[in-house]
Every structure is written in structure tokens, then in C-alpha cells.
T-cell receptor
């Protein structure tokens, strides 16, 4: 699989490989984290979320990892498919401030 | 409808004109958010409604921007004296009471000439 260092704006992945997208956050009070996928011309679409009392959460082909010590979040996509090509955003919020704050986004391109 | 609906999907206007963007949230969702997304950027928070009242409008860039949600459902974002820098995609999202996940609409693309 291919991995991205601490936030790179683009990631090119071979179809069938695993992808890892990284995100750093700065607010130590954040207790909720979420990954969105945004295709061209569309609104952000929910992928998976995780609360701060967890380190890992798995969905269908996706896994989110949370490292609160270094304020780092990652999204792993297994067996990347062409339909996974999109911009991926991480977002965070805190218990007393429900608005989500978004990161800069990573554009994932899947090579056939 | 099943999802968040935003109209118009595209709006082209001239500098100095007034614009209204409409959002129809998911039925039963009490919270409604407006975000603005510039090209190549993540969404930026503008304003958040819980019911009819604006619970947090700290993201509105200046007093040319205003939003209402008079009956706790549909919301309108109003922009006066538009400037070229207002060009962006304006996203609306809603969430249920106690919900943390936001459900986004497709956005309204505003172009100010």
C-alpha cells in the first residue's frame, strides 16, 4: 500500500492497493473526528467517524485510526477502487462546540 | 426529499447585487449549518442554527452576510452588495438533535462577476 506523510495534498494509488491518508489536528479539546469524501461538483459525503475514547474504528473497506498523543488521525482504504477517486477531508469538533472544523483535504487519484 | 436540498445550484451575479441562497434540510433535523468552500479548500464554517435561532454566527465574514431560519426548517443565506471575493460554493448541512455527523447538500455555486 501507499501512505502519505503528515498531510500531502495529493495521493496517487494503484487500483487494488491500500491507501492511507493522514491528518493532523491542533485542538486538544476535540473529542469527535470524522472523514468526508467529496467528489467533483458534489457535497461532502460521510465515510466514517470516531470519538476520542476510541483508537480505531472499522467500516466497510475503511479504518480510521486516532492517536491523541500526537494529535493525528488517519484513514485507511483497503483495495482502493476507481470510485474512491475524490478529495478526502478530515474534520473535528469538541463537546461544547458542535461545529465541524475541516482540514485542507487530500486528493486521491486511483490509477487503473 | 431524502437529503439536504439547496437552490439554486448555480448563481451568477454582478458585483454589488443582492443574492439569496436557500437550504431545505433533512426533515426532523434540528441543527442547520452553512459553510463556504473556495476552490481547493476545505469547507469553512459560517453559521449554525439550532431550531430557529442562530446559535453561532462567528464565521460570517462581515455584515453583508446574514442568514435566517424563521420556522426552524428552511434557511436562507443572504448576501448584500456582493463582491468578487464572495465567489465560492456555499454548502448547507443538517444534523439531528444530539447528532455530531453533518449531512451536506450539493451546494450552491456563486460566481460574482
Amino acid at each position: 500500500g501507499e501512505s502519505v506523510g503528515l498531510h500531502l495534498p495529493t495521493l496517487s494509488v494503484q487500483e487494488g492497493d491500500n491507501s492511507i491518508i493522514n491528518c493532523a489536528y491542533s485542538n486538544s479539546a476535540s473529542d469527535y473526528f470524522i472523514w468526508y469524501k467529496q467528489e467533483s461538483g458534489k457535497g461532502p459525503q460521510f465515510i466514517i467517524d470516531i470519538r476520542s475514547n476510541m483508537d480505531k474504528r472499522q467500516g466497510q473497506r475503511v479504518t480510521v485510526l486516532l492517536n491523541k498523543t500526537v494529535k493525528h488521525l488517519s484513514l485507511q482504504i483497503a483495495a482502493t477502487q476507481p470510485g474512491d477517486s475524490a478529495v478526502y477531508f478530515c474534520a473535528e469538533s469538541s463537546f461544547n462546540d458542535y461545529k465541524l472544523s475541516f482540514g485542507a483535504g487530500t486528493t486521491v487519484t486511483v490509477r487503473a | 426529499g431524502a437529503g439536504v436540498s439547496q437552490t439554486p445550484s448555480n448563481k451568477v451575479t454582478e458585483k454589488g447585487k443582492y443574492v439569496e441562497l436557500r437550504c431545505d434540510p433533512i426533515s426532523g433535523h434540528t441543527a442547520l449549518y452553512w459553510y463556504r468552500q473556495s476552490l481547493g479548500q476545505g469547507p469553512e464554517f459560517l453559521i449554525y442554527f439550532q431550531g430557529t435561532g442562530a446559535a453561532d454566527d462567528s464565521g460570517l465574514p462581515n455584515d453583508r452576510f446574514f442568514a435566517v431560519r424563521p420556522e426552524g426548517s428552511v434557511s436562507t443565506l443572504k448576501i448584500q452588495r456582493t463582491e468578487r471575493g464572495d465567489s465560492a460554493v456555499y454548502l448547507c448541512a443538517s444534523s439531528p438533535l444530539q447528532g455530531r455527523e453533518l449531512f451536506f447538500g450539493e451546494g450552491s455555486r456563486l460566481t460574482v462577476l
